[in-house]
């Protein structure tokens, strides 16, 4: 019999550094039962990486996590965890790209159209506080063809129950084509935009950053 966790709850998901949806899978091993979730999701994220102004999103969100592996979750995606052992969690998964719109800072440059992106993770529970992360996800971009992959360490300071306080540090990598989208910048963008173009220098791929 399927157990149900109904009622509202806030969920508060405060993203600082990051113009995006966290990158880890993070609904833990697979339940004995399923497990089915609805409460309110509190996004508030600069409009894209390095702007000052931000834009903050409230919406309905649910979450299903399916004792077979599968699971629906508006942040970790829509995926299968093949893992049965408590220590691992992997499997494949399709997430949501946010994209980017195109603010007056940035005429010229075009809009990012927001995508669907798949793409996989790992994350080792080396303790029952201590987690190490990875995910892999491709299809961002102007062209949908961008890659990242991110790797993280997450900690629970405090855990309690269902509460807990974490402290994390993560790290991502950006192959050409997503950092040529969001921040790099073309010879066509720069005429369309005014801007000089014999000064540009198309974006690498690299380190994206780095954050705690």
């Known amino acids: 019999m399927a157990a149900t966790l109904a009622g509202v709850a806030a969920v508060l998901l405060a993203c600082t550094a990051r113009a995006e949806i966290p990158p880890f899978y993070s609904l833990g091993t697979r339940p004995e039962s399923d497990v089915y979730a609805v409460g309110v999701l509190y996004f508030n994220a600069p409009l894209y990486a390095g702007a000052e102004a931000r834009k903050t999103i409230v919406i309905p969100?649910?979450?299903v996590i399916m004792a077979d592996g599968f699971f629906?979750?508006?942040?970790?995606?829509?995926?299968?965890?093949?893992?049965?052992?408590?220590?691992?969690?992997?499997?494949?998964?399709?997430?949501?790209?946010v994209g980017r719109e195109e603010p007056a800072s940035l005429h010229g440059l075009g809009k990012i159209p927001r995508t669907v992106n798949v793409g996989g993770f790992a994350n080792y529970n080396a303790t029952d506080r201590w987690q190490l992360q990875s995910s892999a996800r491709y299809g961002s971009g102007y062209?949908?063809?961008?890659?990242?992959?991110?790797?993280?360490?997450?900690?629970d300071v405090f855990k309690q129950g269902p509460a807990s306080v974490t402290v994390d540090a993560s790290a991502s990598y950006a192959d050409r084509h997503y950092m040529q989208s969001f921040y790099g910048v073309s010879a066509g963008q720069a005429l369309a935009s005014g801007y000089h173009s014999t000064a540009l220098r198309p974006a690498n791929n690299g380190p994206r950053q780095v954050s705690r």
């Open 61 to 63: 969100s649910a979450t």
């Open 72 to 97: 629906a979750d508006v942040i970790s995606g829509v995926g299968f965890n093949f893992s049965t052992d408590a220590r691992f969690e992997y499997g494949v998964r399709a997430t949501a790209g």
């Open 143 to 155: 062209d949908r063809d961008g890659l990242l992959i991110d790797v993280g360490t997450s900690y």
